[in-house]
């Protein structure tokens, strides 16, 4: 059986490569969204480089041509909206089968947050274009727990709140392998998945484990929404995530996230657990 044609867009990012290697353990080379040739030269292995600018149109319907199923995730970048629609709209006019949308777990139309809204809008145009679509709602990545370390590292202050509130995360080669699946699978089409692992955590929680494998106590972080922002700015956090890094721990304490089966249900397999994560991944201190 002819394996359909698939175009990774937002393939040279950190869940775009993942993403890469797992269809590439599937016997599956797609083609791959690329701005230069030579970002195209550092995938070539994987994917089938096909130059194309989001930021520029016309530029993309020789890149999409003959894609039947587009993987679409875009940077949290200002224009993010902008280069979402673009690859959407290209999608469809290039006939495109299947669309794969990687949204958030939180996303909601109207959120103050810029990249939540911008993710709640486009998880429900696709479901409207008249073509297959699945809708992946990743929490928060392991790789992104915490979200700065330098604190931790200096001060053995961990910038996280949410009081009460639990965390949910997941590791992104998690939702790689999902996604992969979602691709060349034909019984995810309609769906959105929220994903997570199976575990939660409060910011003790979290300060606890992490006081156990850096052998240190780790504290948290006391102190209003604005106190956290600039904390998270002066330890590393770049000056526009900040905000809506502040503002996550508000969406923390309403108890708005909790932990599905999804994930596992998809995998066959327990998802992997944030513990198992940090050991292997777990920083140099700077």
Same mark, same amino acid.
């Given at each position: 059986?002819?394996q359909?044609?698939?175009?990774?867009?937002?393939a040279?990012?950190?869940?775009g490569?993942?993403?890469?290697?797992?269809?590439?353990?599937t016997?599956?080379?797609p083609?791959?969204?690329?701005r230069?040739?030579?970002?195209g030269g550092?995938i070539?292995?994987l994917a089938? *480089?096909?130059?194309?600018?989001?930021?520029s149109?016309e530029?993309?319907?020789?890149a999409?041509?003959?894609s039947?199923?587009?993987?679409?995730?875009?940077p949290?970048? *200002?224009d993010?909206?902008?280069?979402?629609r673009?690859?959407?709209e290209?999608?469809?006019?290039?006939?495109?089968?299947?669309?794969?949308y990687?949204?958030?777990?939180?996303a909601?139309?109207?959120d103050?947050d810029?990249?939540?809204?911008?993710h709640?809008l486009?998880?429900?145009l696709?479901t409207?274009?008249?073509i297959?679509?699945?809708?992946?709602r990743p929490t928060?990545?392991?790789?992104?727990v915490?979200?700065?370390?330098r604190?931790i590292?200096r001060?053995?202050?961990?910038l996280?709140a949410?009081?009460?509130?639990?965390?949910?995360c997941?590791?992104p080669d998690?939702?790689?392998t999902?996604?992969?699946?979602?691709?060349i699978?034909?019984?995810?089409?309609?769906?959105?998945?929220?994903?997570?692992?199976d575990?939660?955590?409060?910011?003790t929680?979290?300060?606890?484990?992490?006081?156990?494998i850096?052998?240190?106590?780790?504290?948290?972080?006391?102190?209003?929404?604005?106190?956290?922002?600039d904390?998270?700015?002066?330890?590393?956090?770049?000056?526009?995530?900040a905000?809506?890094?502040a503002?996550?721990f508000?969406?923390?304490a309403t108890?708005?996230y909790?932990t599905?089966?999804?994930?596992?249900n998809?995998?066959?397999?327990?998802?992997?657990t944030y513990?198992?994560?940090i050991e292997?991944n777990? *920083?140099?201190a700077?």
């Open positions: 059986m002819k359909p044609s698939i175009l990774v867009v937002g040279t990012g950190r869940l490569l993942r993403l890469l290697h797992k269809l590439a353990a016997g599956v080379k083609r791959a969204l690329v230069t040739q030579e970002k550092l070539a292995a089938t *480089p096909v130059v194309g600018d989001l930021r149109p530029t993309l319907s020789d999409f041509r003959e039947e199923r587009v993987f679409i995730l875009a949290p970048v *200002p993010m909206e902008t280069l979402e673009n690859a959407i290209a999608a469809v006019s290039a006939g495109s089968k299947r669309i794969v990687l949204s958030n777990f939180a909601t139309e109207g103050e810029y990249f939540v809204h911008v709640g486009h998880q429900r696709v409207t274009l008249g297959d679509w699945t809708v992946l928060r990545y392991m790789s992104s915490p979200f700065v370390w604190s590292f001060q053995s202050l961990l996280e949410g009081g009460s509130g639990a965390m949910t997941i590791d998690d939702v790689a999902i996604a992969a699946k979602t691709l699978q034909d019984s995810h089409v309609g769906q959105t998945y929220k994903l997570t692992s575990e939660t955590y409060t910011a929680d979290l300060a606890a484990l992490l006081s156990r850096l052998e240190r106590k780790i504290t948290v972080f006391q102190g209003d929404t604005d106190a956290l922002r904390a998270l700015i002066a330890n590393g956090a770049k000056g526009e995530h905000p809506a890094m503002r996550y508000a969406k923390v108890g708005l909790t599905t089966d999804t994930a596992a998809i995998l066959g397999r327990p998802p992997h513990a198992e994560w292997r777990i *920083p140099v700077s």
